[in-house]
């Protein structure tokens, strides 16, 4: 059995959901490099993943787990909205999004992400942060 673990993700913490022949599985961690390396004990061993692109605070765990070897699938949230409006999902909570999540990858087995060097994501994320000073100070002079 092919198991994917969705991953619902925010800036303190994520939430893994996965499906497998013993029912569905949950947990919530800490989005801190530590707790990386305790998802993969936890999870099965020949899991994928899969997660929205959330802002950058999906980026460190999908490159923990690209580096690790894993099949990672950073997917557009749009289209995973999109997925759970066509299933009527009408709860809306971090841990049935990350159920979701997981429920788009068993479907659709998204590509796989293609990870930045870990120079440009550091690039990516202070650009990011340099956008967000930008448009505070003109919100400020506004």
Not at 54 to 71: C, I, Q
Not at 72 to 93: E, G, W, Y
Not at 113 to 141: G, Y
Request: glycine share 4%; proline share 4%.
């Amino acid at each position: 059995m092919e198991i994917w673990v969705g991953i619902d993700i925010s800036a303190k913490f994520f939430d893994a959901a996965w499906y497998d022949e013993d029912g569905k599985h949950h947990l919530k961690m800490d989005n801190t490099p530590e707790a990386f390396p305790k998802l993969l004990g936890v999870v099965p061993a020949q899991s994928s993943f899969v997660m929205e692109a959330t802002g950058s605070y999906y980026l460190n765990l999908a490159l923990f787990l690209s580096e690790e070897g894993r099949y990672v699938s950073v997917v557009n949230p749009l289209r995973i909205k999109s997925h759970c409006r066509a299933d009527m999902c009408r709860t809306k909570s971090d841990k049935s999004d990350a159920y979701a999540i997981a429920r788009f990858g068993v479907e659709k087995r998204p590509r796989q992400w293609q990870p930045v060097t870990k120079d440009m994501a550091a690039i990516q994320q202070l650009r990011a942060v340099a956008d967000m000073i930008n448009m505070q100070t003109t919100q400020l002079s506004n």
